[in-house]
């Protein structure tokens, strides 16, 4: 399970405010302080949890608990609702196109799960949304990339366009965009190149993409086990891009929580999905509620 370390920690620490039927100022000073150091061990950004802490503190001590019949079970409920906020509040809906095919760029550094997760894009707009995708391969400079994503479509029975490594990304996004309207196909889902490190030369690559095809969502895919340097990936990208969406990987091997409980916060973009392991299935719609639920136990 995702965020055991941090689900550990901040459920102890909540639990001792069950059953209170008075809240102390005290009381609370104590909650957030722990609460503050399980988050700030859980790698979340300084300020994001700076902000957050403060938020339940004036909440906590406020007359909703105060006036409440089961202020314990208030002040647990008010943890649950700041930390279902802080990651996007709402769950966040995939664009649909008036005009089909509906573009989603997928773009993020080498080895965040790119192109593992676009085939896992591609198989849950199928299964969940009755939808026909095509898989997209954008990266021209690693002809491992358009293997790997070719090997993906043959998993799983969805078609891939590829012009090799000799054409330009942009005149490939664009054949595949009229071979998608033609085979009426409604979802183009384009795997960009990735980098070992955030470059001018791959951002002006994207951009140019990004301008000439005006896709109708932009996620950025990253690894959530790298926690605060996901954070500083996330807002490159969004900077450079003006990014729709994040998808979060590796979800499944994070106990820490730090990128999922920072990103929103700091880039003001949702995460729309979770990768929750290597296997194409496992990719889930990102409720912000339910992680709040899963970490509060
Ligand atoms: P790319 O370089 O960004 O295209 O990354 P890949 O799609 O090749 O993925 C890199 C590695 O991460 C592969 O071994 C994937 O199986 C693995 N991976 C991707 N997503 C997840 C995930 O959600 N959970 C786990 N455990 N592994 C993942």
């Given amino acids: 399970m995702a965020f055991e370390g ?22 609370v000073k104590e909650m957030t302080r722990e609460v503050r150091l399980a988050l700030l061990e859980a790698d979340v950004n300084f300020k994001v949890v700076k902000d957050f802490v403060k938020r339940i503190k004036e909440r906590a001590v406020g007359a909703e608990v105060m006036d409440s019949l089961t202020p314990g079970q208030q002040v647990i ?12 509040g709402e769950q966040s809906k995939i664009a649909v196109s008036e005009r089909p095919p509906t573009v989603i760029m997928m773009v993020g550094l080498q080895g965040a799960g790119k192109t593992t997760t676009s085939g896992k894009l591609a198989n849950h707009l199928r299964k969940k949304h009755n939808r026909k995708p095509l898989l997209v391969a954008a990266d021209v400079y690693r002809p491992a990339a358009i293997d790997q994503l070719q090997t993906v479509g ?4 969805i078609p ?13 996004a664009n054949e595949a965009i009229l071979h998608a309207k033609e085979e009426h196909l409604d ?6 190149a990735g980098r070992l490190h955030v470059d001018e030369h791959l951002m002006d690559e994207l951009g140019q993409i990004k301008n000439n095809l005006t896709p109708d969502e932009i996620f950025l895919v990253v690894d959530a086990m790298t926690g605060q340097d996901a954070v500083n990936v996330a807002e490159s990208f969004d900077d450079q891009l003006d990014l729709s969406g994040v998808v979060l990987t590796k ?13 929103k916060a700091v880039t003001q973009k949702p995460i729309k999905f979770a990768g929750m392991g290597e296997k194409l299935d496992e990719l889930e719609a990102f409720h912000p509620e339910r992680m709040a639920s899963r970490i509060l136990g």
């Fill in 160 to 172: 891939v366009f590829s012009k090799g490594t000799e054409a330009n990304p942009v005149d490939i």
């Fill in 251 to 263: 979800l499944d091997g994070d106990t820490r929580g730090g990128a999922a409980l920072s990103i």
């Fill in 6 to 27: 941090l689900a550990d920690r901040l459920q102890s620490t909540v639990k001792k405010m069950t059953g209170k039927g008075k809240v102390s100022e005290q009381d």
């Fill in 77 to 88: 409920k008010i943890v649950k609702e700041e930390l279902t906020d802080l990651m996007g």
């Fill in 154 to 157: 043959k998993q799983l029975d």
């Fill in 187 to 192: 979802y183009v889902i384009i795997d960009t």
